[in-house]
Each structure stands twice: as C-alpha cells, then as structure tokens.
C-alpha cells in the first residue's frame, strides 16, 4: 500500500506539472487564435491537473487520518479521472500514430520555403514519445487513485464514528 501511494505521490506531482504547463501554453493558444478544439484541448488537460490535485488531497487523507477527504474530492477524482482517462487515450492513439506514420503526416503539412532542408521527423517523434510517456503517466495514476480511493471509502465505512 505504501508503495501504491508513494508512485501515486509522484505520478500525481509530475502531471500536476506538466499538466499546468500544456493548460498555460494552450490557453496561450486561445488568446491568439481563438478555437473551439484549443478550448477542449484546455478543458481536458485541466481534467489532468484537476485530478492530480484531487488526487494529492486523497493522499493526504490517506497518511494522515486525522484530515478528513472532503465530500466532494471522491466525486472529483472520478469524474475528471474519467475525463483525464479519455483525453489520454486520444493523446496516446494520436501519438501512436504519429509514429507509425510519420512520412505520410509530413506530407500533408506545407513548410514555408525556408524549411525545406530542414528535417522536422526528429521533432516528430519526441513530441509523439513525449505524448506518450505523458499518456501513460496519466493514465497509471487515474487507475491507481481510483483504486485507493475504492481502498479509503471501504476502510473508512468499517470504522466507527
């Protein structure tokens, strides 16, 4: 259980992290090109910072007993760990694809003239890696707080009040 929490912990702080820097850079986004898709983009990658949050106050409740979870923290991580859950998947099947067809996505983006010697598959396939270890890192954690909140609701109705 120790363990659980502890790479709960850390799962928790890094996308809590990164999370709050891709929601900056795609609210950023939205004041110079304001898009419906950008908007989703930015409430979804919120989802990932709202559970991470969400996610650290179970651990803290957890730890320490005497601090109650407030009653709104489970319903919390659920929901945007559902919400959290489906944005990663799309982030892990775009980056997988990304990869498997990297020849044919640079075919249909048009470079300016400038850029033609310049070999952007490198640039490619570290955003798609780094989609993916993103995805991942989301997605182990949703599933192992959801886990450990099922563990405190459980342990926390047999005790007496």
């Given amino acids: 259980m120790k363990k659980i929490v502890a790479v709960s912990n850390i799962l928790s702080w890094i996308n809590l992290v990164v999370g709050s820097i891709l929601a ?7 004041v110079a090109l304001p898009a419906i898709a950008v908007m989703v983009s930015v409430v979804l990658i919120g989802c990932v910072v709202l559970h991470s949050y969400a996610a650290l106050q179970l651990r803290k409740s957890i730890i320490n007993t005497s601090i109650p979870l407030n009653k709104q923290t489970p319903v919390g991580i659920r929901i945007m760990g559902y919400m959290a859950l489906f944005f ?10 990304m990869l498997q067809n990297t020849k044919e996505l640079l075919k249909q983006v048009q470079f300016p003239k400038e850029m033609k010697n310049v070999d952007i598959t490198g640039v490619i396939h570290g955003t798609s890696i780094f989609m993916l270890l993103f995805s991942i890192s989301v997605i182990v954690n949703v599933v192992l707080n959801l886990r450990l909140l099922s563990w405190y609701t459980i342990a926390n109705r047999s ?3």
């Fill in 159 to 161: 005790e007496p009040k």
């Fill in 24 to 30: 900056f850079c795609a609210f950023l986004t939205i």
């Fill in 88 to 97: 990663t998947i799309m982030l892990f099947s775009n980056a997988v694809y």
